[in-house]
T-cell receptor, first 114, second 112 residues
Framework: SAVISQKPSRDICQRGTSLTIQCQVD?????MFWYRQQPGQSLTLIAT?????????ESGFVIDKFPISRPNLTFSTLTVSNMSPEDSSIYLC???????????FGPGTRLTVL | TQLLEQSPQFLSIQEGENLTVYCNSS?????LQWYRQEPGEGPVLLVT?????EVKKLKRLTFQFGDARKDSSLHITAAQTGDTGLYLC????????????FGQGTTLQVKP
């Protein structure tokens, strides 16, 4: 299994500001992903974080709004830029371990934008 | 675009009752996974089913995968308060991409 930590666990931010969320994994992983879960909703994939190169974004998500870094195998950041109240959500990172098909999720970062 | 529909969206039952939740896809699943998510936590994988008609059991939970691989059910026997949470089905898709497509979830509340 994998232990995934996210920082911060929650934050309340003002409209127009940006927040960077960190994801750290204690195991070697092959893939890292960022998901968004809006209040009372399911999870939607934002992007795949690629080590050493630009992330691969899903339809409806763009790099200018959600820049992602992954400098090494076990760490990634997601920035939510120029925030609006519509960005209020839980943001979760998930990982797939080397030689395993199972995905593990972090505890999430609960973001409220005022 | 594949759409996953779960029903019911919300279920509130008494401890000891049985329940079934359903997941239907607009297209054939590559492989289907069921997750449970508790408040303040990320989803946790319960099971993966791949073969049409497959049945898997995990203690009081029974998972069935339809013969046509377009639907699945999760049955819980003698529900306990610890079963409370959000149950999500997901298509695990191609093993190369690792992407998950989730249904909208079933919120289960088990009352003592």
């Amino acid at each position: 299994s994998a232990v995934i930590s996210q920082k911060p666990s929650r934050d309340i931010c003002q409209r127009g500001t940006s927040l960077t969320i960190q994801c750290q994994v204690d195991s070697q992983v092959t893939m890292m992903f960022w998901y968004r879960q809006q209040p009372g909703q399911s999870l939607t994939l934002i992007a795949t974080a690629n080590q050493g190169s630009e992330a691969t974004y899903e339809s409806g998500f763009v790099i200018d709004k959600f820049p992602i870094s992954r400098p090494n195998l076990t760490f990634s950041t997601l920035t939510v830029s120029n925030m609006s109240p519509e960005d209020s959500s839980i943001y979760l990172c998930s990982v797939r371990l080397l030689f395993r098909d199972t995905q593990y999720f972090g505890p999430g970062t609960r973001l409220t934008v005022l | 675009t594949q759409l996953l529909e779960q029903s019911p969206q919300f279920l509130s039952i008494q401890e000891g009752e049985n329940l079934t939740v359903y997941c239907n896809s607009s297209s054939v699943f590559s492989s289907l996974q069921w997750y449970r998510q508790e408040p303040g936590e990320g989803p946790v994988l319960l099971v993966t089913v791949v073969t049409g008609g497959e049945v898997k059991k995990l203690k009081r939970l029974t998972f069935q995968f339809g013969d046509a691989r377009k639907d699945s059910s999760l049955h819980i026997t003698a529900a306990q308060t610890g079963d409370t949470g959000l149950y999500l089905c997901a298509d695990a898709g191609s093993s190369n991409t690792g992407k998950l497509i989730f249904g909208q979830g079933t919120t289960l509340q088990v009352k003592p």
